[in-house]
Structure formats: C-alpha cells, structure tokens
C-alpha cells in the first residue's frame, strides 16, 4: 500500500515549531487538553517571519493515515498504517526519531487507508482505537501493551460508518 493522507495537520505541527519547551503545555488527545482546539500557551509569535518558520525537523516514514498528534511532555503520538499493520508511534518531540512502536491492529485499505482516530495519553498510559475496534493501552514510556480489548468481539460492539 502506497503512502497516502497521513494527517497533514500532524506534519505541519511536526516541522513548523523551532522547538518544543518543556514549560510549554501537554495536547494529550485529539483537539487537545479541553478537546476545543484552544492553546492556552502564551508568549506565541504574533505573525510569522519572512518566509515563515525555520524548519526543526522533519519526520517521514508514519504510514498512512488520518490521525492527528497527541503531545505530552517530550513525546509525541500518533498512528499510522505501516508494515503490514496499524501502529501507534511515540516519537522524541526534540528530534522527531522514533521511540517505540506499538501494534494496534489490520491496516485499513481502502482509497484513503489508515487509521481515523488520534491517540489520548493520561496517567503515563496511551490509549488508541484502530479501525476495526481494536482498543489497546500501552505504557507512554515504553509502547509495552497494558490490555488490549476487541470493542466488536468482547462487547458486541459494531464499527458503524465507513469512515470507521
């Protein structure tokens, strides 16, 4: 499967910033801490430079997908469709390389393929939902599977949309 749409709005927030501060504050899940897509960071330049930020880093190699990122303290996480399965990815905030990885379930292939969900992290734990269903929980420092539960086989639960 080819590398299609993996959320735009994740590699923007990935290489615009110069650095990312400790002080600055966590975005632990989609739309961040009060899920209104509101910053509560201050001290933010009020327009950009000349030719717009210089670029920190980069990072490539996600899958495909249409998660977002989900920031808290030094590490960043997402997920993506990659090497023959859904992963959720923690990458180091300072350089973008890769800390673990982590199986959440298939890939989904269709025209857009990957995941639709953004990872959420509380309590040193990362929850993420694939598109079959699959609900994991993995430590945030290591990626190592706390639980894992199949929302359709162990509730009756069923994915309802094609957007899934």
Do not use: C
């Not at 933010?44 to 920190?56: H, I, K, N, R, V």
Request: charged share 20%; net charge negative; glycine share 14%.
């Amino acid at each position: 499967m080819q590398q299609r749409g993996f959320a735009l709005a994740a590699t923007a927030a990935l290489i615009a910033l110069p650095s990312l501060q400790a002080s600055a504050p966590d975005w632990p899940g989609w739309r961040g801490l009060e899920r209104d897509d509101v910053s509560r960071e201050t001290g933010l330049a009020s327009e950009w430079p000349a030719g717009g930020p210089p670029l920190a880093w980069k990072a490539s190699g996600m899958g495909a997908g249409f998660s977002s990122v989900a920031v808290v303290e030094s590490r960043i996480y997402t997920m993506g469709d990659r090497n023959g399965a859904q992963q959720l990815l923690a990458l180091d905030a300072r350089d973008g390389s890769l800390v673990w990885k982590s199986r959440v379930g298939p890939v989904w292939d269709d025209e857009s393929g990957g995941p639709r969900g953004t990872p959420s992290v509380d309590g040193g734990v990362v929850y993420a939902l694939g598109t079959e269903g699959d609900l994991v929980a993995v430590e945030a420092a290591s990626g190592k599977e706390l639980w894992r539960h199949s929302l359709p086989r162990d509730f009756g639960g069923q994915v309802m949309s094609r957007w899934k």
